[in-house]
């Protein structure tokens, strides 16, 4: 059964960089599939961050491009998310989830629980 | 950039069928999929491809695409069902790739 995990810091000061990490159990990411990152402002609706394939092929939000980026770690069997120079409108929750047949227009049919970042001071 | 449109709110009674409608300009081009979230959880995957169910999800949920609407229909509507649901498409014509709509509260008078 594959399962994914957020982790990071919970509280982010402005101007810094968000580090996230997506654990994948139960499947080996070697095996290919798009990963991707969603994010959700308290009260808001799902807004796409951007998803990655195994080759390292990424597709970006053209609204989060020039803050963000997405990586694969096969090794560790996880993806990273990070966005820099945050602010207050980054305050979200941070969901990673799976495209269903493996590509990257593929509805997302398993996701992590979330994980909460505030950027505050 | 691509834009789905949905309405913010639809209220149902116990038994009664909810529609859930979700705009976009020739939408009826593109593949749909709707998500069910509850407060506090991720989204779950109802339909994916228009019209097609996820294993575990009751045949209550379909879905229908036409046009520049698509629609999630919710049979038989039970308390349970009383969540926020997300349309979203892959938009290849456009450089926001995957779109989310706005969201809609069902709500089970």
């Known amino acids: 059964q594959v399962q994914l995990q957020e982790s990071g810091p919970g509280l982010v000061k402005p101007s810094e960089t968000l580090s996230l990490t997506c654990i994948v159990s139960g499947y080996s990411i070697s095996s290919g599939y798009f990963w991707g990152w969603i994010r959700q402002p308290p009260g808001k609706g799902l807004e796409w961050i951007g998803s990655?394939?195994?080759?390292?092929?990424?597709y970006y939000n053209p609204s989060l491009k020039s803050r963000v980026t997405i990586s694969v770690d096969t090794s560790k069997n996880h993806i990273s998310l990070k966005l820099n120079s945050v602010t207050a409108a980054d305050t979200a929750v941070y969901f990673c989830?799976?495209?269903?047949?493996?590509?990257?227009?593929?509805?997302?049919?398993?996701w992590g629980q979330g994980t909460m970042v505030t950027v505050s001071s | 950039s691509y834009v789905l449109t949905q309405p913010p709110s639809v209220s149902v009674a116990p038994g009664q069928t909810a529609r859930i409608s979700c705009g976009g300009n020739n939408i009826g081009g593109k593949s749909v999929h709707w998500y069910q979230q509850k407060p506090g959880q991720a989204p779950v995957l109802v339909v994916y491809?228009?019209?097609d169910r996820p294993s575990g999800i009751p045949e209550r949920f379909s879905g229908s695409n036409s046009g520049n609407t698509a629609t999630l229909t919710i049979s038989r509507v039970e308390a349970g069902d009383e969540a926020d649901y997300y349309c979203?498409?892959?938009?290849?014509?456009?450089?926001?790739?995957?779109?989310f709509g706005g969201g809609t509260k069902l709500t089970v008078l």
């Open positions: 990655i394939y195994l080759s390292g092929s990424t």
């Open positions: 979203q498409v892959w938009d290849s014509t456009s450089d926001h790739l995957v779109v």
């Open positions: 491809d228009d019209s």
């Open positions: 989830a799976r495209a269903q047949f493996g590509q990257v227009y593929d509805a997302f049919d398993i």
